[in-house]
């Protein structure tokens, strides 16, 4: 089992940064791959990056690919979404999910999730 806790969210104007972070507990990090997923008001989820278990590989949404950067700290069983670049479109509650087995683009590839974190972009 694995607790996913995520922070970092806040409100932002347009063109700026935030670095959302998802602590892990319960089991180290790197037995699990990672994923950040974002639901907007009336949308449905949607896939936003995936990091595997080592860190070595990555994957993006072209929505957020060149502007968001996911990486990860084994040894603080912490994974950091950096976004840059922000847009009123990215306006949304961010999710990180985890899996045993590889970095899906479905929020089906997940088995827990943390309780989400708001993210606004004014315009």
């Known amino acids: 089992q694995v607790q996913l806790v995520e922070s970092g969210g806040g409100l932002v104007q347009a063109g700026g940064s935030l670095r959302l972070s998802c602590a892990t507990s319960?089991?180290?990090?790197?037995?699990?791959?990672m994923g950040w997923f974002r639901q907007a008001p009336g949308k449905e989820r949607e896939f936003v990056a995936a990091?595997?278990?080592?860190?070595?590989?990555?994957y993006y949404a072209d929505s957020v690919k060149g502007r968001f950067t996911l990486f990860r700290d084994n040894i603080k069983n912490t994974a950091y979404l950096q976004m840059n670049s922000l847009a009123p479109e990215d306006t949304a509650v961010y999710y990180c999910?985890?899996?045993?087995?590889?970095?899906?683009?479905?929020?089906?590839?997940?088995?827990?999730w943390g309780q989400g974190t708001q993210v606004t972009v004014s315009s």
């Open positions: 999910a985890a899996n045993e087995i590889y970095p899906g683009r479905s929020p089906t590839n997940y088995d827990y």
């Open positions: 990091i595997s278990r080592s860190g070595s590989a990555t």
């Open positions: 319960g089991r180290t990090a790197r037995t699990y791959a």
